[in-house]
């Protein structure tokens, strides 16, 4: 079993950045794929960015290519996503999820009870 608490959610200006952080818990939490998803008012969630269990492979969506990075630091058991150039469609609660590499939610089992994040023009 695997918990998630995300944090460094809040209001931020356009163009400004934000850091989120996830802290895991449990014996196997680093052998996950960790990822971040994101889910505004009225639409699907989406992917936003994925990470090896490594941290070796990352991948991100496209409508953050560029401006996000993902990373993971093991030895804490703790997720990060640095958030920089945050536009107002950057707006939506961000998740952080544990399990298989790929960018549907349904493969990943653990899930984080999200953050918000809300950038303003």
């Known amino acids: 079993q695997v918990q998630l608490v995300e944090s460094g959610g809040g209001l931020v200006q356009a163009g400004g950045s934000l850091r989120l952080a996830c802290a895991a818990s449990?014996?196997?939490?680093?052998?996950?794929?960790m990822a971040w998803f994101r889910q505004a008012p009225g639409k699907e969630r989406e992917f936003v960015a994925r990470i090896s269990w490594s941290g070796s492979t990352t991948y991100y969506g496209d409508s953050v290519k560029g401006r996000f990075t993902i990373s993971r630091d093991n030895a804490k058991n703790t997720g990060y996503l640095e958030m920089n150039s945050l536009k107002p469609e950057d707006t939506a609660v961000y998740y952080c999820?544990?399990?298989?590499?790929?960018?549907?939610?349904?493969?990943?089992?653990?899930w984080g009870q999200g953050t918000q994040v809300t950038v303003s023009s």
């Open positions: 999820a544990a399990g298989r590499m790929g960018v549907n939610p349904s493969l990943y089992a653990y």
């Open positions: 449990g014996r196997t939490a680093s052998m996950y794929t």
